[in-house]
């Protein structure tokens, strides 16, 4: 932070190899964000599945669009709170890097064929992006460190501080796989066990603000659901609520959640007719929806922990409950219309299939249709489990486009 002394101490600035001083006139955290931004792997981001696949709609969201609108709520967010703003920008921007062709589809895909290389898991698949895939920086040793970040930027990066099998809820996410743990603990020295710097706090609620906001808004235009009084399922929403985001949320918080949010100016009265001012109101409803939930976040957060500035252990972001409810809310009406709908369950089990085949057809191919970067990877694998993991690496790098390109290619 410019003017003041800022405080990030050199611990927080480190980097994994470290480099000459750069120009005067930008911080470290600054030349961070511009590494993710000039990076291959955010690129590709824009012909990768948000919800509806690249191309479907020229309206809906892509993988880069969701990642930017993150990182605008994220960066304004905590700055509010004292944080380095280009330190949760990077952490947004970087957030979904390690998606794979087909969204969350392909990431079960994926998991289910990566089971003997320690699985896959989006979110550790992007720290293996920023500190070995991504090419920038190498060690004396000749080992790839990506994009050679600092520890605070990679370390916002990390949505799920803990190894595969260790997540204290006892789901299924993780953040590193066993091979990338040696950078893992590097970016976690000092840090307390499993728990998150705010900065990721910050990006992760940035991150669902958006997806809950903006995948609302992405239905209704695309025709799937309508947000006027009494045309939703509710019982189809609130079941969807408790089998993917929140176990415990009752139907009264549910429908209490609901109540309050209908009750905004902003909501829409009548149907959604796809003129200007139908998009209007749709707009000025995710404007309202952004503002208020990460104000909420703010004031909770500083009643809590002080003014700060509030960075890295200091302080948790807090998320009043109702705040949590009504984003549940929104998630899981987008979810029950457009993720669950029938007439996507050819198109997803299509999907999966073709990365299920992708896969096999690399594997028993060996280096033959690999890209250069990913061959040499091969060469180097100790094992067939290292083996299956280069194969991972290079169907996860594929975009939704260039998967079904590579398909026609290798399997007609």
């Known amino acids: 932070m410019r003017g003041v002394e800022s405080p990030y101490g050199i611990e927080a600035r480190a980097r994994i190899v470290a480099e000459p001083p750069k120009r005067a006139g930008r911080t470290a955290f600054e030349r961070d964000r511009a590494r993710v931004v000039h990076s291959a792997a955010l690129r590709r981001l824009s012909a990768k599945t948000q919800v509806m696949g690249p191309g479907t709609d020229d309206f809906v969201r892509n993988r880069l669009t969701h990642s930017l609108e993150v990182a605008q709520v994220a960066r304004e967010l ?45 979110n550790a698949q992007t720290l293996r992006i920023l500190t070995r895939l991504e090419s920038k920086t190498f060690a004396d040793d000749g080992r790839s460190v990506g994009l050679n970040l600092t520890r605070a930027t990679l370390a916002a990066c990390v949505k799920y501080p803990w190894r595969r099998g260790d997540d204290p809820r006892g789901g299924p996410k993780f953040g590193a796989y066993d091979d990338d743990l040696r950078v893992f603990e590097w970016v976690r020295h000092g840090a307390p066990d499993r728990r998150r710097p705010i900065e990721a706090q910050v990006m992760d609620l940035a991150d669902d603000i958006a997806y809950s906001v903006h995948d609302v808004e992405d239905g209704v235009v695309g025709g799937w659901f309508s947000l006027v009084p009494g045309s939703l399922d509710l019982a189809a929403v609130h079941d969807v609520a408790r089998a993917w985001y929140d176990s415990a949320v009752t139907d009264d918080r549910l429908d209490a959640a609901l109540a309050r949010l209908q009750a905004m100016p902003e909501w829409p009265r009548a149907p959604f007719d796809g003129g200007r001012r139908s998009h209007a109101v749709l707009k000025s409803l995710t404007s309202a929806l952004i503002g208020r939930f990460a104000t909420a976040a703010q004031h ?4 809590t922990w002080g003014a700060g500035p509030l960075t890295r252990h200091r302080a948790d972001l807090e998320v009043p409950q109702g705040t949590l409810d009504e984003i549940v809310l929104l998630k899981s009406v987008a979810a029950r219309y457009v993720m669950l709908s029938e007439d996507r369950a050819v198109e997803l089990a299509e999907q999966r299939s073709l990365v299920e085949s992708l896969v096999a057809c690399l594997v028993e191919t060996g280096d033959e249709h690999l890209e250069p970067e990913f061959a040499t990877d091969l060469a180097a694998a100790a094992d067939d489990a290292a083996a299956r993991r280069v194969v991972i690496d290079q169907v996860a790098s594929l975009t939704d486009v260039s998967a079904v390109v590579w398909a026609r290619r290798l399997l007609g």
Do not use: I
Not at 78 to 93: F, I
């Open 300 to 303: 909770a957060t500083v009643a």
């Open 78 to 122: 905590g700055q509010s709170l004292g944080c380095d703003p280009d330190v949760v920008d990077s952490a947004a921007l970087s957030h979904d890097l390690g998606h794979p062709p087909f969204g969350h589809n392909g990431e079960v895909a994926l998991d289910a064929l990566a089971q003997e290389c320690g699985g896959f898991e989006g």
